[in-house]
């Protein structure tokens, strides 16, 4: 057991948190953080095991920092683990599965080939606000059936409730997922129409009937596919724009070979994650890489360090499209907790880059991007690029 004051939360490490990740897994396979409470897990083997072993390390008491008995909301699969979680996931998985992507991808090719030629007419652009975030909007839509209030509710919203797995909850960011899930019961649900995911949940319980009838987790297993897709997608797009303007030669490949699309997709993933941690908890005495976890413990797996680890993939720091183990990553999580949306997330980025390499040449810098303070998703507030046409 080491103790070590360094804080994950710090606004420096938040701001540029590779520095401290490295020194974080040199410390050992898991470091306690005596002034939160906290055990932290940055190497990639040890994160994995962590990860994959609900018997030991659970979810049920919640993914991020406080933990549901203290925060009131628990989402019906990344709060839950088996027997729960298997039934509740069960119900909604058909609506993520290949043949699903299949029907999805010609509506999010046209949406991101609009908003991209859009973007292109202006020129210098806020990326996040041009690019970023419609498409998650736009793709959210067309799953669930939710027509969204206007965009800088939904941003606001989808922020908010990231947030409520940071350290440091601001009871505004509390209040603003309860209003995200009041509207969705009073507004959003009647609004569904036929024959779409949201009534599918809401009026059958999804497949099965799987979901409890009293509404609640239907209403909560909504919310949550709803507005985490829409701020980690957002995420994950404004990530891949920043790391191809930090390495062009990596958008010429692209451009050159756009077989490699997906794969880079996977290294957007790996070399900077849009999910920083996530949290588990031990109901007994464990252990962790031979140091001894005691029971009750919180214990916060750190994807983003995890994907750095150079154990695990060689010149980790490095970006590059053609990295042969790229999807090794833990981004998405892994095992039964593997991200539900993580397939509708890989479609939103392929479409989006494919969408971009066929028309921008390079993307050029015109201003300072600035990180979000969002303790659990990294992301930017701002990124100001210009889109070089092809």
Known sequence: MLVTDLDPYHPDHLKNPYPFYGKLRELGPVTFLGERGIWLVARYENASYVLRNYRDFTSSLGVGFTRVPDHGYR??????DPPEHTRAR???QGHFSRAAMTRLRPAIRDAATELVEAAMAVGDIEAVTTLAQ???DLTIRLLT??????????????????QLASADLDPLH??????????????????????CMGRAIMDLGGENGRLAEDGLERLMMLDSIWLAGIDSSGSLLANAI???????DQWDAV??????????????LRWDSPFRSFYRRTLAPTSIGGASIPADSDVCVIMAAANRDPDRFSDPDKFDITRPDAKAHLAFGASIHLCLGAPVARLETIEFLTALAGRVRRFERTGEAVRSPNQAVRKFCSLPIRLVPA
Not at 145 to 162: K, L, N, Q, R, S
């Open 255 to 268: 451009r050159a070979r756009p077989e490699l699309i997906p794969n880079a997709v996977e290294e957007v």
């Open 134 to 136: 419609p498409l998650p």
């Open 242 to 248: 920043n790391a191809f303007a930090e390495f062009p």
């Open 75 to 80: 989402y019906p699969l990344v709060d839950n």
């Open 174 to 195: 509390a209040k603003l997922a309860t209003d995200s899930l009041e509207w969705l019961a009073a507004e959003g649900v009647p609004a569904l129409p036929e024959h």
């Open 145 to 162: 059936g939710i027509e969204p209030p206007d965009p800088d509710t939904m941003a606001a919203w989808g922020d908010a409730v990231g």
């Open 90 to 92: 069960r119900a909604v």
